[in-house]
Nanobody, 127 residues
Framework: QLQLVESGGGLVQPGGSLRLSCVAS????????IGWFRQAPGKEREGVSF????????NYADSVKGRFTISRDNAKNTVYLQMNSLKPEDTAVYYC????????????????????WGQGTQVTVSS
């Protein structure tokens, strides 16, 4: 059973940076497409960024393009989300999710496509 644990959240001022990590255990991560999602209070969960199992393909929500970068190190069973130029509207609980895929190039954009979820890490952007 794949388990995911996020870390790296915290309080940061507008314009600052954070790097979130998602560490997997129970299985090797190189068979899984990964997504980062976030949920702010009173709002629906939204997709932030997604990466294929090989790391060769990635997608971003329009709201984070040019500011966030997703990457993965399959040897470390870890996926990262580098977040720069943070804005107050980025405040949310951030979740990583995984889905087993047959091909290494697939990027999955929707929450229903994912089978495994972490517990989330809080990101607060405030002065």
């Amino acid at each position: 059973q794949l388990q995911l644990v996020e870390s790296g959240g915290g309080l940061v001022q507008p314009g600052g940076s954070l790097r979130l990590s998602c560490v997997a255990s129970g299985s090797t991560l190189n068979r899984y497409a990964i997504g980062w999602f976030r949920q702010a209070p009173g709002k629906e969960r939204e997709g932030v960024s997604f990466i294929s199992s090989s790391g060769g393909n990635a997608n971003y929500a329009d709201s984070v393009k040019g500011r966030f970068t997703i990457s993965r190190d399959n040897a470390k069973n870890t996926v990262y989300l580098q977040m720069n130029s943070l804005k107050p509207e980025d405040t949310a609980v951030y979740y990583c999710a995984a889905a087993a895929v047959q091909g290494s190039q697939y990027v999955l954009d929707f929450p229903y496509e994912y089978d495994y979820w972490g517990q989330g890490t809080q990101v607060t952007v405030s002065s």
